[in-house]
Each structure stands twice: as structure tokens, then as C-alpha cells.
T-cell receptor, first 110, second 113 residues
Framework: GENVEQHPSTLSVQEGDSAVIKCTYS??????FPWYKQELGKRPQLIID?????GEKKDQRIAVTLNKTAKHFSLHITETQPEDSAVYFC?????????FGKGTRLSVIA | EAQVTQNPRYLITVTGKKLTVTCSQN?????MSWYRQDPGLGLRQIYY???????DKGDVPEGYKVSRKEKRNFPLILESPSPNQTSLYFC????????????FGPGTRLLVL
């Protein structure tokens, strides 16, 4: 089955700097790659997703890139702000069950 | 408003006392799932259901049961809870089709003494 590896497990950045979180997946048939943000004590919420027919997608300060050949995808957050501090999860799927990475705890230091 | 609801939100119980955590969604989603979240281990899938009367084991099904008698409801049952089932539990739902957004419930924090 699918396996998703996520790195780093923790990341600290200065406010205003960029943050990059990387994930690799094992099954080349995976075709949907969402990213979730989980603030302390709250549920995971979708922040951006990408499908396998697209190489990059942006939404204001966040972007996701996908490299199907290398089987990895990345989340990029620019101009980080304190409210970006959270745990971020990547996921991959072929069809319906999502397989999640173990998460990255991002801390933005003011 | 599209949503997934769970009850209770917090629960303290004792070893061996059967409990049920309810989950309901109002989006007519075929797919529903239960996860547990423990520090450093991410979201681990317990059980999932692709439709009414269709359920499958996830990665950590031991000690749990589920049922899917109606499309909107997917309760999680702990027949004989043990302390190692102390965790944060999330229900989720998603439409079929591969690229549809998965929505999570607000979570249930369970403590088994």
C-alpha cells in the first residue's frame, strides 16, 4: 500500500522567512495530494491540494509543488506569520483512503 | 453548513466500561473514517467505510468496532476500553471520486483510567 514520509518533523523559522515542508510517497498511482493544517486543540483543516495532472498550485502565501517522477511534493509558505504556527500534515491517495504523513510542527518566531 | 460532528467531545472512563463515540455528517458523503492521534505518531486510521454496510480495517483496528447502518452516521465502539486507547479521536468524511476534500470532525479526547 501507499506510504508517505514527511520531513522535517519540527521546523522553526523567523517571522517573515519562508518555510518548506517535504513529503515523499511510494505508490506512483497516487493522484491526489492535500495538505492539512492543525492548530493546537483543533481539527485538521485543508489548506491546499494538488492533483497529479498539475505541477504547482498557489494560494496567496502558500504553494504546493509536485514532482511525479521523483514521487515527492512540497508545501511552501512565504512571509510566515505567527498564526502560521501549527502542525502540518501531507497526504496522498489513489481513490479514497488518504494516507497521511506524520506531521511537521512549524513554529514561527516573532 | 457542511459539517462533521462528534460526541462526546471529552470523555473520562474506566477500563472495561463499554463506550460509543458518535459521528455524523450532513454532506451525503459515501466515505467515512476514524483516526486516532497520538503525539509523534500522526493520524492513524482505525476503520473506514466506503458506504452503508461496508467497513474495512485501517492501520490500528484492534480493540475497536464500527458500524455503518445509515449513510450519515459512523459510530466508533470500544467494547472494553484499556488505558492504551487514551487518545484524541477524529472522525472524517469525504465524497467518492478521489479528489474530493476530506472533512474532519472536532475531535473526541478520551482518557481511560
Amino acid at each position: 500500500g501507499e506510504n508517505v514520509e514527511q520531513h522535517p518533523s519540527t521546523l522553526s523559522v523567523q517571522e517573515g522567512d519562508s518555510a518548506v515542508i517535504k513529503c515523499t510517497y511510494s505508490d506512483s498511482a497516487s493522484n491526489y495530494f492535500p495538505w492539512y493544517k492543525q492548530e493546537l486543540g483543533k481539527r485538521p483543516q485543508l489548506i491546499i491540494d494538488i492533483r497529479s495532472n498539475v505541477g504547482e498550485k498557489k494560494d496567496q502565501r502558500i504553494a504546493v509543488t509536485l514532482n511525479k517522477t521523483a514521487k515527492h511534493f512540497s508545501l511552501h509558505i512565504t512571509e510566515t506569520q505567527p498564526e502560521d504556527s501549527a502542525v502540518y500534515f501531507c497526504a496522498a491517495s489513489i481513490g479514497t483512503p488518504l494516507v497521511f504523513g506524520k506531521g511537521t510542527r512549524l513554529s514561527v518566531i516573532a | 453548513e457542511a459539517q462533521v460532528t462528534q460526541n462526546p467531545r471529552y470523555l473520562i472512563t474506566v477500563t472495561g466500561k463499554k463506550l460509543t463515540v458518535t459521528c455524523s455528517q450532513n454532506m451525503n458523503h459515501e466515505y467515512m473514517s476514524w483516526y486516532r492521534q497520538d503525539p509523534g505518531l500522526g493520524l492513524r486510521q482505525i476503520y473506514y467505510s466506503m458506504n452503508v454496510e461496508v467497513t474495512d480495517k485501517g492501520d490500528v483496528p484492534e480493540g475497536y468496532k464500527v458500524s455503518r447502518k445509515e449513510k450519515r452516521n459512523f459510530p466508533l465502539i470500544l467494547e472494553s476500553p484499556s488505558p492504551n486507547q487514551t487518545s484524541l479521536y477524529f472522525c472524517a468524511s469525504r465524497g467518492l471520486g478521489g479528489g474530493e476534500t476530506q472533512y474532519f470532525g472536532p475531535g473526541t479526547r478520551l482518557l481511560v483510567l
